[in-house]
């Protein structure tokens, strides 16, 4: 099929490096069907129009007193006891939240939607007649990536939940979420390669080093065929609460690539994929081919087996994202050699 497995990369979900991360809520949820339906985020204080805070000074301590100031003035009869952090969200709804951001947005009984912004800031004049429930007028365009549940967040992750700001920056928290959405994508020059772990049942110490054995083999096949990358190029970050994740991180980005093709095989009993109605077989041609004949001749079955008890104690299964891109290049390739 291919005789580089560089070429799958071009083929891998790639985050933006540069993305924040936001978590907007939605008035304790009273809101959240109407952003996830219309596919927009907004803030309140209609009185203060967008126009208005798009003329402040262009730097932000300056933009930040003048502001307050008009805070002050607009609020200053009613019960608004903290103007400086409705000066802090308007700031952040309307200048800091980019093009291409992360917004999380929690609803009241548990499910979270991650999306991404799509556009600036604009401003709905017509929001305040009422005909969708929000009546917010500053609003931003998103698209919704996923929809999932907060127990499905890692227990760290689950701090971000406890600000009760509208608008929160949780960008420390950006593996959790990118993992939420991808299994295996490349970020800031790096491939990520993101496995869940389903089981709740306790795991012995074996099925660990079962699995480590799968990166003997990763590296003897990329020796053998010319790809860089070795084990000691990859970091590790497990979480084992419950349910967890086996999250790898390399520059070397064909090493994960062979890394996730060998979980592909042992899953599978072979380089074969049966995925949305698609049958794909990757044994017939170039590397993959390789690979299979690698599988077969130079690892016995015996390791293969312990390698395979080990993913299913952990209930460990070939990640999503890999398989698309396999099934990309391989339509790709196929394309290119009808047109030929």
């Known amino acids: 099929m291919i005789d580089n497995i560089d070429a799958l990369n071009d083929y ?23 952003f996830i339906d219309d596919k927009f985020i907004a803030i309140g204080y209609n009185e203060i129009l967008l126009n208005t805070i798009r003329q402040l000074d262009e730097d932000s301590n300056i933009a930040r007193r003048q502001l307050r100031e008009i805070v002050n003035n607009v609020y200053h009869d009613r019960e608004y006891s903290r103007p400086g952090q409705i000066v802090s969200q308007l700031l952040r709804f309307c200048r800091e939240i980019q093009n291409g951001d992360i917004i999380i947005i929690p609803n009241s009984n548990q499910e979270i939607s991650i999306c991404r912004v799509i556009s600036e800031a604009y401003e709905d004049a017509n ?3 009422g005909d969708n429930n929000c009546t917010f007028m500053k609003r931003i365009r998103i698209n919704v990536l996923k929809r999932t549940r907060r127990y499905m967040l890692p227990p760290k992750a689950q701090l971000m939940f406890n600000s009760r700001h509208p608008i929160s920056d949780i960008s420390h928290y950006a593996m959790y979420i990118d993992d939420s959405v991808c299994d295996f994508y490349n970020k800031n020059e790096e491939t990520h390669l993101s496995l869940d772990i389903n089981t709740e049942n306790e795991v012995s110490a074996n099925v660990f080093y079962n699995l480590q054995k799968l990166f003997k083999i990763t590296e003897d096949f990329c020796a053998k065929n010319g790809i860089e990358g070795t084990a000691d190029d990859v970091v590790m970050k497990v979480q084992m609460e419950s349910k967890g994740k086996l999250h790898f991180i390399s520059s070397k980005k064909s090493y994960l690539a062979i890394l996730a093709l060998g979980i592909l095989f042992i899953n599978g009993g072979g380089l074969k994929i049966d995925w949305g109605g698609f049958h794909l077989d990757l044994s017939t041609d170039g590397l993959f ?5 690698h599988m077969d001749r130079e690892v016995d079955r015996e390791l293969r087996m312990s390698i395979k008890n080990s993913l299913d104690s952990l209930e460990i299964k070939t990640p999503e ?9 391989y339509r790709t390739q196929n394309e290119n050699r009808v047109a030929y």
């Open 12 to 34: 891998v979900h790639i985050v933006n490096n540069q993305s924040k991360y936001w978590m907007v809520r939605a008035m304790g949820g009273e809101y959240y069907h109407d």
């Open 127 to 129: 929001a305040e007649r």
């Open 289 to 293: 081919k390789k690979f299979d004949e």
């Open 321 to 329: 994202d890999y398989k698309k891109a396999v099934i990309e290049l």
